[in-house]
């Protein structure tokens, strides 16, 4: 295995000058010309910024004790102050010392200056500084497409894929066989694979952030082919991922778990890989999955009531899916999961569907009002209430909390309020807690000791999420206050002082384990797609290579081959979606 620093320079000196040109020149269309000389790692800031009435906190890892603001166009000082103590960060095993800028409000951009130190990567506050960003990470997921031609067009010349997996058939293991050309969805990660469960929490998440945030996305162009056609284009988006879901479900209603090949491909193109795409099944009678089968019908319930003004068709062909899977979940309330002989892509296995059952049953009962939905959710969120309580409450195993959350969301009549002011005062008090551990990390981040596993950063996402749904349900501004931290935190103001979003910010990570990003001729990987992030776990090769007893948020490495700390995910994504939206104007 090359080094990454050397796969890059080995990678520029193959490609001709224009190439690499256009790429310094289209760095520049991005706003990320600024700060030649680079930034210090030992100054860690949101490479992107900060919104002008918001808590402004960098963070500086060598012992100083005076910084500057200092606006990037003409290098004059806009703001002075002092560093706050150092503080350890148990996590990282950093010294940290916090500048705190905050009463700077003034729109521009700017770096930190931190004398004996020096300066920091250049970042902006704005109204809307996220709001290209935001562009980015949802249209990441047109990237993501399978089954049709991918071009990401003139901001990103080069970044384009060709049609693939354009047939797929059934696996034994699904207990039919034949031809099953279910094309469409999102490629899951930086695998080809496509993962119901894994598909659900990500498609659910997305059309939560067209639920909660519409205003603020409804307009916004993701120049995706679909633009124009007077749908919002998060809306045209998710579109595709749901017509695939909704394909992976059998007459019967129940759903097959995934549709990947045996094995994972080498590093080629999507459209070069020509392993056979099967639809995966659990190998016996009914050979549908629960979890599969639950999380479609709560997708699908949603879908049901967002796509209504846009194409009832489409919402009626959604809600019937909904039903018909809700069913089949009822007479068989926990087929779990394994990879059957002979397959070894990812399992997302799950040996407790209840939580997907009582998402989809208040989905179900959001949109359609229909009482045994409702006594369904009634009768069981109890069990669930600790969930709320957990350091991390979702994720694509467990999805109680979206279940929770969205039945307190409901404003339909009938809706059981004493269960609503239950769910409500938990997940404030929750909202709480975790506000509080987030102001005294030293790195404001939500994230406990025990978080760092794989795909630590959609754990940062989601405690964004959190946060963001506890401010719908009792409107609190430091809820948001640590939501944005933990965006800090992912763009830039963490240990590595590395943005996680490909192509955002002046120093970003570069080598996702991500197959068009390392397979195809760009020097740069796809923009805007989030890293997993450190991982104490350590289940790859590049990882158990670092040096022994390094601190839990250490456990990173910018390699291609460390997916298991350097992979990107939909599930990862999709919360990190919401997060920016939420910072929108
Ligand atoms: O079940 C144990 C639990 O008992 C234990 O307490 C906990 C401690 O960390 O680990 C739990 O299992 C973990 C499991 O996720 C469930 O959270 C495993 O250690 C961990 O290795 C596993 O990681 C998953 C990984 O696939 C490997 O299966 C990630 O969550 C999941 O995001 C990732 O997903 C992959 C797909 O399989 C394939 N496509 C790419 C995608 C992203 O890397
Ligand atoms: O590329 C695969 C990635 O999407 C998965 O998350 C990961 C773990 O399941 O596996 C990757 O594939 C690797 C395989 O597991 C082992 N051989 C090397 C493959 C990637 O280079
Ligand atoms: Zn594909």
């Known amino acids: 295995m090359t080094t990454p620093t050397c796969r890059l320079s ?28 680079g930034g210090s790692i030992q100054i860690k ?26 606006r990037a166009s003409d290098n004059v000082t806009v703001f002075k102050g002092t560093l706050g103590p150092a503080s350890l960060d148990a996590d990282s095993g950093d010294s940290v010392q ?23 990567w250049t970042f902006s506050i704005r109204r809307d500084v996220f709001l290209h960003t935001y562009f980015l990470a949802m249209r990441a997921f047109y990237g ?34 034949g031809e099953r050309d279910n094309i469409g969805g999102w490629h899951d990660a930086g695998d080809y694979g496509r993962y119901v469960v894994n598909s659900g929490i990500t498609t659910g998440t997305l059309l939560w952030t067209w639920e909660i945030f519409g205003p603020k996305v409804k307009s916004i162009n993701l120049h995706i082919p679909e633009s124009g056609n007077g749908t919002p284009d998060i ?3 998710i579109r595709w991922n749901l017509e695939w879901m ?76 909904a039903r018909k899977a809700w069913l089949w979940t009822e007479k068989y309330p926990n087929v779990v999961f394994k990879n059957p002989q002979g397959v070894n892509t990812g399992e997302y296995s799950d040996n407790y569907c209840g939580d997907e059952r009582l998402w989809a049953a208040a989905e179900l009962w959001r949109t359609t009002g229909e009482v045994p939905y409702d006594d369904y959710f ?40 004493t269960a609503v002011a239950d769910i409500r005062k938990r997940t404030v008090a929750a909202a709480r807690a975790i506000v509080e551990r987030t102001r005294k990390n030293p790195y404001r981040v939500s994230l406990l000791k025990k978080d760092y596993v794989w795909g630590s950063n959609g754990v ?43 192509q955002v910010g002046e120093n970003p990570y570069h080598h996702p384990h991500h197959r068009p990003s390392g397979a195809g001729k760009n020097v740069e990987p796809w923009p805007g797609l989030l890293s997993g992030g450190p991982n104490a776990g350590r289940q790859d090769d590049a990882l158990k290579k670092l040096p022994q007893g390094l601190p839990p948020a250490k456990v990173y490495v910018d390699d291609q081959a460390s997916y298991a700390s350097n992979e990107i995910a939909i599930n990862w994504q999709a919360p990190l979606v919401f997060l920016l939206a939420g910072t929108l104007p």
């Not at 500048?99 to 003034?106: C, G, N, S």
């Open 10 to 37: 080995t990678r520029l000196s193959t490609l001709p000058i224009w190439l690499i040109l256009l790429a310094i020149s289209s760095l520049g269309a991005m706003g990320t010309a600024y700060g030649a000389e």
């Open 45 to 70: 800031v949101d490479q992107v910024g900060y919104l002008p009435g918001a808590p402004k906190v960098a963070v500086v890892t060598v012992a100083a004790t005076t910084f500057e603001v200092k």
């Open 98 to 120: 916090i500048a705190d800028f905050t009463k700077l409000h003034q729109a521009g951009t700017y770096y930190l200056d931190v004398r004996g130190v020096g300066r920091s």
């Open 144 to 177: 993501q497409r399978c089954g049709t031609a991918v071009d990401l067009g003139p901001e990103f010349p080069g970044y384009t894929h060709a049609a693939c997996h354009l047939k797929g058939e059934f696996h034994p293991s699904s207990g039919k066989q």
């Open 235 to 237: 809306l045209n988006e």
């Open 246 to 321: 909704l394909n992976m479900q059998d007459e019967d209603g129940g759903v097959w778990h995934k549709q990947t090949s045996e094995h994972f491909p080498a590093f080629v193109m999507p459209e070069d890989d020509h392993l056979p795409s099967e639809v995966i099944g659990t190998g016996q009678a009914p050979f549908k999955s629960t979890c599969a089968t639950a999380d479609l019908a709560a997708v699908a319930a949603i879908a049901a009531r967002v796509y209504q003004p846009f194409d009832a068709k489409f919402a009626a062909r959604n809600l019937e899916a």
């Open 378 to 417: 009634v009768k069981h969120y109890p069990d669930f209430r600790p969930s709320l309580e957990a350091p991390s409450p979702e994720g694509w195993r467990e999805v109680a909390a979206l279940g929770l959350w969205t039945y307190a969301l409901s404003t339909r009549k009938g809706t059981d309020a």
């Open 460 to 502: 940062v996402a989601n405690y964004g999420m959190e946060l963001l749904v506890a401010n719908v349900l009792a409107p609190d501004p430091s809820f948001v206050e640590s939501a944005q931290d933990n965006l800090h935190y992912l763009l830039g103001r963490n240990t590595f002082s590395i943005s996680w979003m490909t």
